[in-house]
């Protein structure tokens, strides 16, 4: 039987094992998708060496960037966001070889580009981990210039206390790529100025536990667009097996 899996850790919130088990018992796939809950990147090879019929794997937090120097080779969005989200795994006579690509840009421009509009030029991507990266790419595609808010000061990026009346005003897409406002703490949102959103906003949140999250709350009660991100999450899941499939 063939294995497919995610490694991450912690693990407990997983949608996938739930999504892909499903899928190949429903179309009689003769498959199994496992967690691989690892405390430390050092257990990757591990995995692979043990699990010799394991032939593709999702990547979660805090793994995205860290896997890549295990990998093989990188496809052209992976490489240029610098994180990993789905790896295709190929055993022939003997030698295996792991290859890494990014499906969360392709799962996030399907979803978000509907409700996108001529005068969305600007993005506030709230967070800087693996997912932001992705967001960032995926809206540069779209020809919409990104900028990074963070607790953190950096050079090129903002942070929540730099978010001006003329800042909120231009940047009408916020995309949350941090877990605040996740299950089990639903009471929490990003610390924007939400006083400061209209009806031309879109507020997009990455989180899709609770399905509607109080950063999308407050978004709504000012007339913003609101979008979470389980359909990015399917939309990224379809993409990950169309590529183990290849």
């Known amino acids: 039987m063939d294995k497919y899996g995610l490694i991450g850790y912690p693990l407990k919130h997983s949608f996938s094992v739930g999504y892909f088990n499903e899928k190949f018992r429903s179309e009689g796939i003769d498959a199994e998708y496992v967690n691989f809950e690892i405390p430390d990147i050092k ?20 793994y995205k960037q860290q896997v890549i120097p295990y990998l093989n080779e990188l496809d052209a969005d992976a490489a240029a966001i610098g994180a990993v989200n789905v790896i295709k795994i190929t055993r022939q006579k003997g030698k295996v070889r792991l290859k890494g690509f990014n499906t969360d840009i392709i799962g996030f421009k399907q979803s978000i580009e509907p409700l996108l509009r001529p005068f969305h030029r600007k993005a506030l991507i709230l967070g800087t981990g693996g997912s932001s990266k992705a967001i960032y790419h995926g809206l540069k595609q779209f020809g919409i210039e990104g900028t990074y808010v963070s607790r953190t000061p950096r050079e090129g990026q903002l942070t929540y206390q730099d978010l001006t009346p003329e800042i909120m005003d231009t940047h009408q897409v916020i995309v949350n790529c941090t877990p605040v406002g996740m299950y089990p703490k639903v009471d929490f949102a990003p610390e924007i100025p939400y006083d400061l959103l209209t009806p031309d906003h879109l507020l997009y ?32 899941g379809f993409a990950g097996w169309e590529i183990w499939q290849r």
């Open 43 to 62: 257990d990757f090879p591990e995995i692979i060496s043990k699990t010799p019929d394991l032939y593709g794997l999702n990547v979660t937090i805090p």
């Open 205 to 236: 949140d990455l989180l899709y536990n609770p399905n509607v999250t109080l950063f999308m709350k407050k978004g709504a009660a000012r007339g913003a667009i609101t979008k979470n991100g389980l359909e990015m999450l399917l939309l990224q």
